[in-house]
């Protein structure tokens, strides 16, 4: 009686513990597979990017997910909507190109933007592009 119950337990703690194994490792690889493809379409390494934003101000003007201290509230939210959106910056088509470009000269693309061109370098605004397109 009491082994058929400490039997149960232990079984369904390894059940959960597996399936818990299960999704973690999905999540992981999940992950992975994302940020590749970001890289592939971008020429960026998404992984260099936090530092690059935190220290070009952009986070000063957008909330950016997964950015310490990105509450920025002037322009549109950078989260996992991004990579579905149909333009950049309303004016653009949505595409690896168009968002790296956006990134480092807003003003000459869109004269009315609030937006400044960063003047960033083409390196570091692919390296952000490959960031917020692997947001989703
Ligand atoms: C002075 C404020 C300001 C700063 C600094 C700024 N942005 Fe922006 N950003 C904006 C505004 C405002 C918009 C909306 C532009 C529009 O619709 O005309 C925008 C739009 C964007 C968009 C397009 C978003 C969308 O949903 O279409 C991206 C991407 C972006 N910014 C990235 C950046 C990055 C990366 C930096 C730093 C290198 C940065 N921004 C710095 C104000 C700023």
């Known amino acids: 009686m009491r ?5 149960l337990v232990f079984g369904t703690s390894a059940i ?3 399936a818990i194994l299960a999704a973690l490792t999905w999540w992981l ?3 992975d597979r994302v940020i590749r493809e970001a890289n592939n379409a971008t020429g960026g390494i998404a992984t260099r990017a936090i530092s690059i934003m935190m220290a070009n101000g952009c986070a000063g003007c957008h909330t ?3 950015v310490p201290g ?4 002037v322009g549109p939210r950078l989260d996992a ?6 333009y950049v910056g309303g004016v653009l088509s949505n595409n690896p190109e168009n968002l790296i470009r956006w990134i480092r000269v807003a003003r000459e693309i869109n004269p009315h933007t609030a937006m ?3 003047g960033i370098s083409e390196q570091e605004a692919r390296d952000i592009a490959a960031y917020l397109y692997a947001l989703r």
């Open 116 to 118: 400044p061109s960063t």
């Open 81 to 86: 909507t991004l990579a579905t959106k149909v």
């Open 16 to 18: 959960v513990v597996l």
């Open 70 to 73: 990105a509450h920025g509230l």
């Open 29 to 31: 690889q999940r992950t």
């Open 64 to 66: 950016i997910t997964g």
């Open 3 to 7: 082994s058929d119950l400490s039997r």
